[in-house]
């Protein structure tokens, strides 16, 4: 009988069902049995053969199978993918509790940091920042700053020489010179940048280190102004408690000169061995810009004055972190560089 084959087909398809290990076996087993070339249909393909009586009841016999191994196979592919998710599952398994790997941040550079708060306590106080030429001529680093060929300043400004004529700068205040040529007063600019002179490097000399220059030209501007800037700034990078002390000192682009002190921040003016014993710390050169200079660019030194100052950040961040070798900032040397994250 028919039914009996199918019953048979029925067993063997089970059997093989329960067998199958995986989904790719899974496909195959179905194409096998209930394909449009498969078993069950091979029955339904027979049935013209048969007699009017006997159709209907292999009809329902093929439906019954089809039945029971359409909801098979729907089982096993069930029970297969969740065996299947389980190996994924316990072969990827994230440990979430274990700690996480370090990530390692950089930081600016102690020098761009100290740089930064520079160019804020100035650009709050109302100067722009400019920027000059590294490879300069003698010209605006020396000569229009009222420093003539011969000149005994020079003397202080060990320089590299491309020529006669061309150098590096060994200041910022060439930039004093390129900014009133263009710019008539009222002028109030800080120029940073990095700086060259031919030096033996020790603790306190490198053959490149940065300035900050400062300028400001209009009318009426006075030493009371310089001073009260100055120590604005001195006490916004030091500390408000800090005092102030300035004194002559010799330029040849400024008439007066002054240097500015600040109390030692280790001793607090008691005298110490970063203070040399005097209490005070120098941290610039100042002076009201001299007639000739102002002159030299075409402003009427009668109409107009101003005040000008440079200073090191190197030497600043130096006394600010207690750092006692300037060419700490330059070697690259993590450990050391961490330290101002
Ligand atoms: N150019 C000086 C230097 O390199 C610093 C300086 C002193 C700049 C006095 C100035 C100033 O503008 O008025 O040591």
Known sequence: MIQDQIAEMERRALAELQATSDLVALDEWRIKYLG????????????GGLSPVERP????AVNTAKNILETAVAERTERLKSAALEVTLTRDKVD????????QVGHVHVITKVFREII????AMGFQVAEGPEVELDYYNFQQLNIPPGHPARSMHDTFY???SVLLRTHTSPNQIRVMEKQKPPVRIIVPGKCYRSEAT????EFM???FEGLAVDRDITLADLRGTLAAFARRMFGEERKVRFRCDYFPYVEPGVDLSIDCLICQGVGCRACKYSGWLEILGAGMVHPQVLRNVDIDPQKYSGFAFGMGPERIAMLKYSIDDIRQFYRNDLRFLRQFA
């Open 36 to 47: 449009k070339k498969g078993e069950l249909t091979g029955f339904l393909r027979g049935m």
């Open 209 to 211: 280190f940065m300035q």
């Open 162 to 164: 491309f020529s006669e």
């Open 202 to 205: 020790d603790a306190t000399h």
């Open 57 to 60: 009841l292999v009809g329902q």
């Open 120 to 123: 804020e306590a100035f650009t």
């Open 96 to 103: 979430v509790t274990l700690p996480g790997r370090p990530v």
